[in-house]
Structure formats: C-alpha cells, structure tokens
C-alpha cells in the first residue's frame, strides 16, 4: 500500500533525487482518480476559478470557494499530500489576516498545506503563516494573481529580470516555505534556482531541471478548449468523448432507444 505523502517526505524526495509529481485537482472523483494514479501532491489551485467556474482570471476566486473545492479533494483521502491555494486578497491585507485564512484553510478545509504567490514581497507574510505550524508553498515567477501587473501571462525572469527571481526564490526559502512553484520562467534559471535551493522547486512552463511538475487537470486531459500553453502536454483528449457520450445520449432519448425495459423498474 502507498505511503500518505507528507511535508517532510517531500522535502526528502528533493535529497533523493526523486521527482515530485503534482496535478491540481477541485473535485472529490478527479481527486480520487488522479491520486489512484499516483500523484505525490494535490494542488487544489486557484485555476478552479477558470477552469472549473469559467472566470476569465484568478482574480475573482474567494476564501469559501476555495474552502469549497478544498472540502470535496480532502473527503477522497488522497495519499498525496493536499495543498490549498491562497486566493487573491488572502494574504495581502497583513499578517494577522493572512494568518486568519490560511489557518482556516487547514481547520474548516482540511488542507495539509497552503500556497501563496508572491516572492520577497511575500516573505514577512510566509515567515508568519510557518511560524504557527501552517506549512507553505510558495509561488513565483509568472504568477497568475499579478496578471494585470505583467500585462499578461507572459515569461518572467528574461535577461535583467532573472536577478530579481532568484531573490524571490532565496526570499521564500529563508522565509520557511517548505517547497516552491517556478512558473513561466525560462528552464535555465529554473535549474540554476532547483540547484541554488534546498528546498523542492515545482516547475510548470520552467523546463524539465526543476525537482518536480505541476499541470492543471483539465490541460492534461483535454478539457480546455479555451487555450493550450506551449508547456501543456495533453495524456488525454476528453472533450470530444464527452461531447460525443452527450450527443448519442441526445439522439437515444429523441428517438425512444433509452431508456428500454433494462433501465426500468417492474
Ligand atoms: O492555481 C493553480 O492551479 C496553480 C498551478 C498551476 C501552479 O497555481
């Protein structure tokens, strides 16, 4: 039987040398489903927001639907480890606040973790949150909360800017986060910070030199028609079997084939 995953066991992985493999998840079957499969963390990220609420940005994302999602992933029992992302306004109004919600997060969610973005900005509230006990991934690079500020979901941390990422990455290490998302940085600056750091780097669009992946569910399995980022790589192409299943169920029930005798009852 798996072990149940947990904080320190990840931060040995990165001492092993073992990969660490993440997918989100916001639901109680997907989260049963992916942890069946194996993964070593669950991320109940704030990309429900878009992919599951069908928002345009994070931005609109609140602390009782993320306690929501986070619920129905912690009643499938994962072996993985449950991390609950911090939603936009969390943890920027202060400590004593960021300390509020994220410690909810754990108490009426059920979460083993949370992630907050943001790096050096960031790392007076992080050094809080850790020093009650509430573990913290931290999140930098492209991060999605700061859309209107980048301008866009764009690569961060080119030429001049890679200076200020890797500050962000020593900043949330000293800071107590136990592990880091590098997202939309370019691979050479995410293998130079996975190697500068003794804490796991969870690398998504940062190139294969990271200690671990991180992929949103509904990219991997094709359920997102919407878009499709250069670094998606899809395991699945679900939605034209769902819209198919639909459509033959449509056209079962227009014409009387469903349901027969076998689907009723005497
Ligand atoms: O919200 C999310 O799913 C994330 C990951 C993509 C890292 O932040």
Redesign the pocket.
Known sequence: MRKKITIPEMMQMKRDGRRIAVL?AYDYPTARLVDSGGVDAI?V????GVVFSGYET?LPVTMDEMLYHTRAVVRARPKALVIA?MPFMACQCGEVEALKNCGRMLQEGGAEAV?I?GGVAMAPVIRAVTAMDIPVMA?IGLT?QSVHRMGGYKVQGRNDQAERIMEDARAVQDAGAFAV?L?GVPASLAARITESLDIPT?G?GAGPGCDGQ???IHDILGLCEKYSPKFVKRYADLAPVITDAARQYVSEVKEGIFPTEEHSFA
């Open positions: 989100t991320l990220g704030d990309s429900a994070t992302d992630k973005e999140h999605p998302v997202e969870i998504i991180v992929l949103v």
